[in-house]
């Protein structure tokens, strides 16, 4: 991006150049200030009306940094290039010049990582709406499926041939639909994943490995081929896989929530699943309702309507007997006149005052059936989602679920719709009662989540404990086997009632205990517990009745030997993950010492480069020795818990070895890139090793503990980096183009000297212009290369040699002269790597994270920072100005991110290390209006569920062939953000480049 207010780096402007860069600033500055006065305004107003949530911590970090930018950087900016414009002296004002420059790179930093922040978080919203209406979409195709395979069950299926065909085959144009639409979006998020990367946390990037664990593609892919092949119940059983994937996908995308949000979300969708419930009651309090029966007569009597009923019916022939070719043009023609007819219909309604579709008795029962399983699938979604925070509430949940199923298999069987009812109503209504026992736990798990911290659990310890448990309920239920055994044998009846049928219940409730603590830790565990518990149940009854049940027990304790084997497995497995960890954790603290020490050490051989020495250098390769030394030790101990930072280990020990090679050959210039090669690959293996350590402490259940580094001191390093560059800048500027000449200067003396050489007019001098040339020439090279104090050395071996021979003195001269200005401008050039080395030393403890851990896009572009402050140095004390001042650019560029990331983490954002890449992918990606698209024609529309159907009888809203449900149920996640914002630091991002002064 072409900012115009941002000052060009290689000169300083005229005073009139600077005084219109103060006043575009100032102009800027209350441009930014207005924006940030609006954006708090309308958080102060969120507030006020106690409006929560992700969307609106975003939109007040979003303020906090324009706030930020405009009230303090802003201000600091026209401050610095007032004193360029007006300072006291020329290198004063250069440098207050270029520390205006880099404080109007950290803003527009800053600014351009608040609007890519502000692009991805409301693509990614778009992305888990759509992954919710997916999934939505997914369920009720899988409940199709469902509800075909039940009704081909019943007696009336012989009569229903038809309708289950074309039912088949609108499900396969869904399911279609679903596998492109997904694949869409999956698309989107491989396009948005590296645009977070570098962020506090990808998202995307953990969406896209979930998917691929749980073969979300393949899911999709196997439902079509089964549903293609009528294969109704394998393709029930992917469609319901791919159901419960794209669900919890959302539940990925959505930001992460503390445990008091979740809580309150989960409240928000019980109160939905009573809602829901309620209506089933409702509705099934209705089935036999003849009124209803005797108005849907009157609508079917309508002529319009049946001449409609008789073009379908005629279709519907057409269709029995069509060739395959014909049978989707027949079938779309069915479709369309069936459109036709519900909107007829819906006339005809209207007019007589009829509220709603109205459908057969044995089509109103089927399609209950449909809506009880959709609650009993959101319900035990919710459980699950609930297990881990509440296990109380998930336990009433559970216990919801068998009355629901209860009532499906009711409202499948065929009988009168009185029957139908007085079977349906009990269990529906026990149903009710368990979810209005869940969200009073709930509400009372809130209200202790509001005053009471989440403190992490020791997952092994609790893992221990169960395992425990559980082996205490096997030893306690084999006594029970065995001494009811003997009791049956003796004919002991009454001990059989009393004590052990007591015992049996005692220890059953325990195992129901034991099965709802290891649902969250250990849910396949949970479930052979829970398995055991019904056994014994099972046994408990059997006793009471005074007769034993010896296959019942030991069900039971087959059960618990599965649990128990589940448990020691899970056990072992979080030990070795803690020998992993322990020993990680050792691996790092040594790591991070041979860090420091090969940071200390670079810096020491930069130094060397200025005036090189056989002694210290030598000294400075034993000491690269013992560091190459050690870290191959490392990678050795690295190999089995990290294989990965094994690998970078073993990078870093050769870039030592070959940076202990050209010190022992005095080449300290050659040594410190490889050194720099060594630390890059040092603190990428220290990142690999975060990352495992912190993947095996949620593998345990730990709190990472790991130590934040502090912002604000951060930041305050940073900018007094910044400063210290700003200074060897300053330096660095008027010697920029000296090395060049010189090379030029020492080039041209080359030449003459080779031509000399071959004068045979004059032997002597040719004598000793050819001993002199090989030295002139190579320190063309050395200038050529930026290593003026080896060009110094070959000059001397050059002018040792002319001497004051007649016939070359003048070149001796020109010798002399070249290096007294190259001894100049290197010592000149030299003094610049002092604060270098200072603004080196100022970051490498952040760089290295022996400070604590930072926002990965800051640690990044730290690490930047120290590699190019490191070659600014080191072509500094070489002599090199030109490449000094382009690798101290570098480091200013990377120091200026570096800040622009921390403020807007300071702020509560989530920044990547991108400059804009990805900005808005994934937006509207996957929207194409597909089948059943639309939300408004699709649910509350005139064709849609809530809207007429054609009175047939049928399973499923496919089976009666009414206008298919496409609507989805929309996250309620509070609004979406207002698109104003985004254009408040757009506008910023147009000023900068629309205010007057040269373009960079």
């Known amino acids: 991006m072409s900012c115009a207010l941002l000052l060009a780096p290689s000169w300083v402007l005229g005073e009139t150049d600077l005084l219109n860069q103060e006043q575009g600033q100032q102009r800027i500055e209350k441009s930014t200030a207005t924006s940030a006065a609006l954006l708090a305004e309308l958080v102060d107003e969120f507030e006020r009306n106690d409006l929560k949530g992700t969307d609106v911590e975003i939109l007040a970090g979003i303020q906090k940094v324009i706030g930020a930018v405009s009230g303090e950087l802003m201000p600091e900016i026209v401050g610095q290039l007032n004193a360029a414009r007006t300072g006291p002296d020329v290198p004063g004002r250069r440098v207050e010049a270029l520390n205006a420059y880099a404080g109007q790179k950290s803003a527009s930093y800053q600014m351009r990582q608040v609007l890519l922040e502000y692009q991805r978080q409301i693509a990614l919203y778009q992305l888990a709406e759509r992954m919710q209406e997916l999934g939505d979409r997914q369920s009720a195709n899988l409940h199709e499926a469902v509800a075909l395979i039940m009704a081909s069950r019943k007696p009336s299926a012989v009569r229903r041939g038809n309708d289950f065909a074309i039912s088949q085959r609108l499900q396969e144009t869904e399911q279609e639909a679903l596998q492109k639409e ?224 209860e009532v499906r298999a009711i409202l499948a069987e065929s009988g009168s719709p009185g029957s139908l009812k007085e079977k349906a109503l009990p269990p529906e209504r026990k149903a009710l009662a368990l979810l209005e026992e869940a969200r009073e736990k709930l509400i009372k798990e809130i209200e202790k989540a509001e005053f009471v911290e989440d403190v992490p659990l020791d997952k092994l310890e609790h893992l221990k404990k169960l395992l425990a448990e559980v082996q205490e309920l096997k030893a306690v239920e084999e006594a029970i086997k065995l001494e009811s055994a003997r009791a049956e044998q003796e004919g002991d009846s009454e001990q059989l009632e009393q004590e052990l049928a007591t015992e ?122 013992q560091l190459e030394k050690q870290t191959e030790e490392l990678e050795m101990e690295t190999q089995s818990p990290a294989p990965e930072a094994a690998e970078d280990l073993g990078r870093a020990s050769e870039a030592m070895e070959a940076a202990e090679s050209n010190l022992q050959q005095t080449d300290p210039l050659g040594a410190q890139p490889e050194q720099g090669e060594s630390l890059k690959a040092l603190q990428e293996a220290r990142e690999k090793i975060d990352e495992k350590i912190a993947e095996l402490q949620e593998q345990l259940g730990e709190d990472s503990g790991s130590e934040q580094a502090s912002l ?168 090199n100005a030109s490449n000094s001042k382009l690798e101290a650019e570098k480091a200013q560029d990377a120091l200026s991110q570096a800040a622009a990331v921390l403020s807007l983490a300071e702020a509560g954002l989530s920044p990547g290390d991108g400059e804009g890449q990805g900005q808005g992918e994934g937006q509207g990606q996957g929207q194409e209006k597909g089948r059943g698209e639309g939300n408004e024609g699709n649910w509350t529309g005139k064709g849609g569920a809530d809207g007429p159907r054609r009175r047939r009888t049928g399973g499923s809203k496919h089976i009666g062939l009414p206008e298919r449900e496409r609507g989805t149920l929309r996250q309620s996640q509070g609004e979406r953000y207002s698109p104003e914002h985004g254009r408040m630091i757009e506008q910023y991002l147009k000023n900068l480049a629309d205010s007057p002064g040269d373009k960079e």
């Open 182 to 405: 997904v694949s869409l979006v999956i698309s989107a998020l491989a396009a948005m994943e590296d645009s977070f990367a570098g962020s506090l946390e990808n998202r995307p990037a953990e969406a896209l490995a979930f998917a691929a664990e749980y073969k979300l593609s393949s899911s999709l892919q196997s439902a079509l081929l089964d549903l293609k092949s009528n294969r109704m119940m394998s393709a029930a059983g992917y469609e319901q896989s791919a159901r419960d994937t794209l669900w919890r996908l959302v539940t990925i995308l959505q930001p992460d929530r503390d445990p008091l949000d979740r809580l309150l979300r989960g409240l928000l969708q019980l109160d939905r699943l009573i809602a829901g419930e309620k209506e089933i009651i409702r509705k099934t309090d209705d089935l036999d309702d003849e009124e209803r029966e005797e108005a849907e007569e009157l609508v079917l009597k309508n002529e319009r309507v049946q001449i409609l009923e008789q073009q379908v019916a005629s279709l519907e022939r057409r269709l029995e007997t069509a060739r395959p070719e014909q049978q989707v043009s027949i079938t779309n023609q069915l479709e369309n006149t069936l459109r036709r007819l519900a909107k007829e219909i819906e006339k005809v309604r209207e007019g007589l005052g009829i509220d709603g579709p109205e459908l057969s008795d044995e089509r109103r029962a089927e399609q209950l059936q449909r809506a009880q399983a959709e609650l009993v699938d959101r319900t035990d979604f919710l459980r699950q989602e609930l297990s881990e925070l509440a296990s109380g509430v998930a336990e009433a949940l559970s216990r919801s679920v068998p009355p629901m199923q």
């Open 504 to 625: 049996q219940q005692d220890l059953q409730r325990q195992a129901s205990k034991v099965a709802n603590d290891a649902l969250s830790p250990a849910p396949e565990a949970a479930r052979a517990i829970g398995e055991a518990a019904d056994q014994m149940e099972a046994s408990q009854q059997s006793l009471a009745r005074g007769e034993n049940d010896p296959l019942a027990q030991q069900a039971a304790l087959d059960a618990l030997e599965q649990a128990e084997a589940q448990l020691q497995e899970q056990v072992e497995g979080l030990e070795q993950a803690k020998r992993d960890l322990e020993a990680l954790q050792k691996i790092r603290e040594t790591l991070d010492k041979i860090v420091t020490s090969q940071q200390e050490l670079q810096k020491e051989t930069i130094d060397e480069i200025a005036e090189p020495a056989q002694e210290t250098s030598e000294k400075l390769a034993e000491r690269q020795d």
């Open 712 to 879: 604000e001191e951060a930041l305050v390093a940073i900018e007094a980096a910044q400063g210290q560059v700003s200074e060897a800048q300053a330096q660095l500027e008027p010697r920029a183009g000296a090395l060049e000449e010189l090379q030029s200067r020492q080039e041209a003396l080359a030449d003459t000297l080779d031509q000399a050489a071959q004068d045979s007019g004059n032997p002597v001098a040719a004598e000793v212009a050819a001993g002199a040339q090989p030295s002139a020439t190579g320190a063309a090279e050395r200038l050529g290369k930026g290593d003026v104090a080896g060009a110094i050395g070959e000059m001397q071996k050059a002018q040792d040699a002319l001497g004051g021979e007649e016939g070359t003195s003048s070149l001796a001269q020109e010798q002399g002269a070249i290096q007294e200005l190259a001894e100049q401008l290197g010592a000149a050039t030299q003094t610049s790597a002092s604060p270098l080395q200072s603004a080196n030393s100022e970051i490498s403890p952040l760089a290295a994270g022996s400070e604590g851990s930072l926002p990965a896009g800051a640690q990044s572009a730290l690490q930047n920072a120290q590699q190019s402050l490191a070659n600014a140095a080191a072509q500094a004390n070489a002599g």
